[in-house]
């Protein structure tokens, strides 16, 4: 498995732009796909952005997509979220996830397909 901590989360206002940082530890991070997921007040968490670890995809959910920007380092084993164009519907406390046992181009949306996860960061968007 992968150990993972985020960072990067605050306070910004709409319109703003904000960049989460995922650090991961462990031998599998490069052979693993990673995702971003959030989850706000009352809500069920949600898939935001996803990147496989070989032939590099990526995949937004629509809510996302044209802003939001997910990238990663295999030199550095971290994974990044930019979040640009801020809207206060973003916030949400921000999960890094891996998997690691899937093909090299394989993203899952299903929270329930990645076996490692993160504490959680807090993105806050104020209108």
């Known amino acids: 498995q992968v150990q993972l901590v985020e960072s990067g989360g605050g306070l910004v206002q709409a319109g703003d732009s904000l960049r989460l940082s995922c650090a991961a530890s462990?031998?599998?991070?490069?052979?693993?796909?990673m995702g971003w997921f959030r989850q706000a007040p009352g809500k069920e968490r949600e898939f935001v952005a996803g990147i496989s670890w070989g032939e590099i995809n990526t995949y937004y959910a629509d809510s996302v997509k044209g802003r939001f920007t997910i990238s990663r380092d295999n030199a550095k084993n971290t994974v990044s979220l930019q979040i640009d164009s801020a809207k206060p519907e973003d916030t949400a406390v921000y999960y890094c996830a891996a998997d690691s046992d899937d093909s090299p181009r394989t993203i899952w949306t299903t929270a329930a397909r990645y076996d490692s996860w993160g504490q959680g960061t807090q993105v806050t968007v104020s209108s």
């Open positions: 462990g031998r599998t991070f490069s052979r693993s796909a």
